[in-house]
């Protein structure tokens, strides 16, 4: 679903009534009178084969001030920045109105793309409504009924060729994760050039100087900081040609995305709307940098937002900012890594890094240190060097056997890389218990140097094709053959 579909208009026009018809469910209100929506509310709409986000928004007022209406036309002018597609509603019964000729001006300097839509457009009651929409200069609207369901074949074909764009455009942006690798696990290695920099995105709580940080490894100010905590709002992405010291660089585009609170705090809808964008800055990432305050460090939502980045198979970094003001140094390291370790099992190996934002020491090891998670979360293991690991590991430890009957493990490949993919064929893959298959993570990480990347193991029954079944029938069979001819 990588198109996002904003509904905006006045109140009352019926946004809310084709926000529930998209999603095919009543998730939002609806009344006759204006103004009951006030929230963005998100929802995945469906129209023919077409998947898309769709936001129905509250209804544009003239207000600018920080009134009620003042703020939730903030909000929906923000909806309005983020969405691939606006679909502007007026009413078709009313008419135009002097708030729909200057909405549609606003639209046409902020909005990407713009679809009119004459709604309640049912009847000949209607016609002359949407004769006069042609007025607002934003091509042929379409006629459209939100409650009887009329008029969705037009928005079809006014969505498509935008969707398939923006498919287009998400696949240039987004990175190759999940690359499927042959039996002898090799597959191509997308290299990092200025048209592919290598993605990079940096979360946290609020205030842990995210953006400070970013400022300084590109050498300018170009994003807002100060002490007060939440000033970035949107996931913003910069370009940079990163060097060490020696000269040589590495492109990137780095995000910086708005600071993560626990959600029953983030109360402000516009808070919402950022985080949402700062999680989707985290599936465009490769690598994720994990940013935490040195006074206050490992706290349940930095454990959150680094677990997120790990169910998301991104190569993980956790830097620790504010190194230059902490006095007791070793002893706070040592403390740092023993947290890490008992909070955060699942990255096990992960690099910590300590950085000062402010005064930029640190971040060559930082570089480093991200180049290195990249080049793990790309690692490959030959098969015939996994199947003499897997063997050793069942010699040490073997499977369990429930209900007297041993699990066997015949046969390991590697599937798949960014992250490392490995398939087991074994029998009863069903009655596996999960700290055995820790067991052989935890192997993985630390005999073939894959130290805190997202490792995926699956284990397959024998019902799955197995590349050496048969095998030992045909080469005894060849045996034989030789045999009896020399007799």
């Known amino acids: ?46 129209l023919g084969d077409l998947r898309f986000t769709v936001i129905d928004t509250a209804g544009l007022e003239d207000a600018t001030d920080d009134s009620l209406q003042g703020r939730m036309r903030r909000l929906t002018e923000r909806a309005v920045d983020m969405a691939d597609v606006c679909l502007f509603m007026i009413d078709a019964r ?147 040609d990163w060097a060490d010291p020696d000269g040589d660089s590495t492109p990137m585009r780095i995000f910086d995305t708005a600071g993560m609170r626990k959600k029953a705090k983030v109360q402000e809808k516009l808070e919402k709307l950022s985080v949402s964008d700062g999680l989707r800055a985290v599936k465009f990432a490769e690598v994720v940098v994990v940013l935490l305050d040195a006074a206050i460090p490992f706290e349940q939502q930095d454990l959150r937002i ?41 990255l096990r190996g992960a690099p910590l890094i300590t950085v000062s934002a402010k005064t ?49 493990l015949r046969y390991m490949t590697q599937a798949k890389t960014r992250p490392p993919g490995f398939v087991v064929m074994c029998s009863h893959p069903d009655k596996m218990p999960a700290s055995y298959t820790r067991y052989l993570v935890n192997g993985l990480r630390e005999d073939f140097d894959m130290p805190g990347t997202p490792i995926r193991l699956t284990l397959r029954g024998q019902g799955d094709k197995n590349p050496y079944k048969g095998r030992r029938k045909k080469n005894a069979g060849a045996l034989a053959k030789h045999l009896k001819g020399r007799a």
Do not use: C
């Not at 529930?20 to 998100?42: F, H, I, M, S, Y």
């Not at 990407?112 to 004769?131: C, M, R, T």
């Not at 400022?215 to 370009?239: C, H, M, Q, V, Y």
């Not at 997120?308 to 504010?322: F, H, P, S, T």
């Open 94 to 240: 009313t008419g135009l109105t002097p708030t729909d000729e200057m909405f549609a001006e606003i639209l046409r300097k902020r909005a990407k793309h713009v679809i009119l839509a004459a709604n309640k457009a049912e009847g000949s009651a209607a016609d002359a409504g949407v004769l006069e929409a042609y007025n607002l200069g934003l091509g042929e609207p379409v006629r459209l009924s939100g409650e009887h369901g009329e008029g969705m074949t037009d928005l079809y074909s006014q969505l498509m060729p935008l969707a398939d764009a923006a498919d287009e455009a998400q696949a240039e942006e987004a990175p190759e994760t999940d690359i499927e690798l042959d039996e002898d696990g090799e597959g191509e290695t997308p290299l990092i050039t200025a048209a592919k920099p290598l993605q990079v995105a940096v979360v946290g709580r609020p205030n842990a100087g995210k953006s400070t940080l970013i400022n300084k490894i590109i050498g300018e100010d170009r994003l807002l900081t100060g002490p007060e905590a939440g000033i970035t709002r949107d996931a913003i992405s910069l370009r940079v």
């Open 1 to 46: 679903m990588s198109l996002t579909l904003a509904i905006v208009g006045r109140p009352n026009v019926g946004k809310s009534t084709l926000f529930n018809r998209l999603v095919g469910k009543r998730l939002a209100l609806v009344d006759d009178q204006p103004g009951v929506t006030r929230d963005l509310r998100e929802g995945e709409g469906r």
């Open 360 to 408: 930029g020491r640190g971040l060559e090891r930082l570089r480093a240190a991200i180049l290195r998670a990249h080049d793990i979360w790309n690692r490959r293991v030959p098969t015939a060097a996994l199947n003499r690991w897997l063997t050793a590991m069942l010699e040490q430890h073997p499977p369990p056997a429930p209900q007297g009957r041993r699990i066997k």
């Open 306 to 346: 680094a677990d997120l980045a790990e169910r998301e198979g991104r190569a993980v970094v956790v830097a620790v900012n504010k190194w230059d003001v902490e006095e007791n140094k070793q002893e706070k390291l040592r403390e740092l890594k023993e947290s890490f370790d008992r909070l955060l099992p699942q």
